[in-house]
């Protein structure tokens, strides 16, 4: 979710029709400000989503660069802080950036499906490194979102996960 009103009304939908656990992904901006692409401040939104709504037990950052996704996590670790009914913190960070020039294009690039010009920013084992410290911050899912592909992936779950049935298990009631 980029904004409260998207978030607010995706889960205002979602309570009417499901009586089930409700998981939320909130989208920062590409900064360490800690704010959703509306501008609006993640500490201020993610107290009101999990305040408004009980039944919330997981909660994401996703679709910004690593610096971002690490510090958004603290800000979350705050908020959840004493809500025992949040099981779960992910973290999905992005890894690929818009190039300025075309002097960058040239030295950089690497195409993806949509023609645009994009840098890598991250090696495998720089993405790892990365997702420790997520883990350390207290993340028990953690994974990729635009340019991090299945070479990170595979490489995650192999160093951090490996005796670990990694599919989401529902928690007991």
Known sequence: ???????????????????K????????????????????PLKEVLTEVLDKFPRILGVSLNCANHFAITKGLDTV????????????????ANDRY????KQAVEKFANEFETGVKYKRTLT???????????????CNAVGGCCGVGPAYI??????????RDTRLIAPEK
């Open 1 to 19: 979710m980029s904004s409260k009103d998207e978030a607010m009304a995706s889960l205002t939908g979602v309570s009417r029709v499901a009586d």
């Open 21 to 40: 656990p409700i998981w939320i992904s909130l989208c920062l901006q590409d900064n360490e400000k800690c704010l959703l692409h509306s501008e609006e």
């Open 77 to 92: 670790m705050e908020v959840v802080k004493g809500r025992k009914r949040v099981k779960y913190i992910a973290a999905y």
């Open 98 to 101: 818009p190039l300025p020039d």
């Open 124 to 138: 495998v084992q720089e993405y790892r490194d990365v997702v420790k410290c997520w883990v350390e911050k207290g």
């Open 154 to 163: 595979e490489d995650i779950s192999k160093q951090w996960f490996p005796a």
